[in-house]
């Protein structure tokens, strides 16, 4: 089952993006969920992850710009990204967190202009 990230663009620097990501509620309901990133040349990493009772956590690049939320009603995580940055350029995947290697899917290309 892979996990399929939706929501990318271009964007011009300071812009905002929203990102989704559904999963089937056998894998949402009871994991934490990930957002990763990985640009150009660069190791994937984990950017937002929250917890199945809502707690979360960022990276420091992304502190005070972007919200990871969830709707567990909906088996959805979102990542809000807002005051948009060039190096935020990257190809955006979801996934439990610690990832599960047969979820990642395609992911969804960001692209910050300035």
């Known amino acids: 089952v892979q996990l399929q990230a939706f929501g990318g663009g271009l964007v011009q620097t300071g812009g905002s993006l929203r990102l989704s990501c559904a999963a089937s509620?056998?894998?949402?309901?009871?994991?934490?969920m990930g957002w990763y990133r990985q640009a150009p040349g660069n190791q994937r990493e984990l950017v937002a992850t929250i917890t199945a009772g809502g707690s979360t956590g960022y990276a420091d690049s992304v502190k005070g710009r972007f919200t990871i939320s969830r709707d567990n009603a909906k088996n959805t995580v979102y990542l809000q990204m807002n005051s948009l940055k060039a190096e935020d350029t990257a190809v955006y995947y979801c996934?439990?967190?610690?990832?599960?290697?047969?979820?990642w899917g395609k992911g969804t290309l960001v692209t910050v202009s300035s």
């Open positions: 996934n439990v967190n610690p990832p599960v290697l047969a979820y």
């Open positions: 509620g056998r894998i949402f309901s009871r994991n934490a």
